[in-house]
């Protein structure tokens, strides 16, 4: 086995996942909850960029409610990054599962 020509297959693997970790930041997923009362972006590197409440979702008299929309609306944008992030890290690795990467 060629160690230069494995090296510079490693590099090349790095170089395509900065690539896709920068592509992954500027995708951006919507992950809802209560059909559509509570909404969140996020983008596909996790970073959440808004928070939308419908009005008729906001009960003084009933807090923990919208509370659990919110957290239902959270967890739901972060499995759609997390299955993007893993579709495009797929496409990096040739579908081959490395550890430590979290995808």
């Known amino acids: 086995m060629d ?5 510079k297959q490693a590099q090349k693997m790095q170089e395509a996942m900065v ?4 592509d992954l930041n500027l995708q951006v997923v919507e992950g809802s909850a209560g059909g559509g009362a509570v909404t969140v972006t996020m ?3 996790m970073e959440v960029q808004s928070v939308r409440i419908k009005p008729e ?7 923990e409610t919208l509370e659990d929309l ?9 499995s759609k990054a997390s299955a993007l992030a893993s579709n495009q890290m797929g496409q990096v690795t040739g579908g081959l599962k490395i550890p430590g990467l979290g995808f």
């Open 57 to 63: 979702a906001v009960d003084p008299n009933d807090i």
């Open 3 to 7: 160690i230069s020509k494995l090296m």
């Open 43 to 45: 983008t596909g590197g």
């Open 70 to 78: 919110v957290t239902a609306a959270v967890k739901d944008a972060v």
């Open 19 to 22: 690539k896709m970790q920068s």
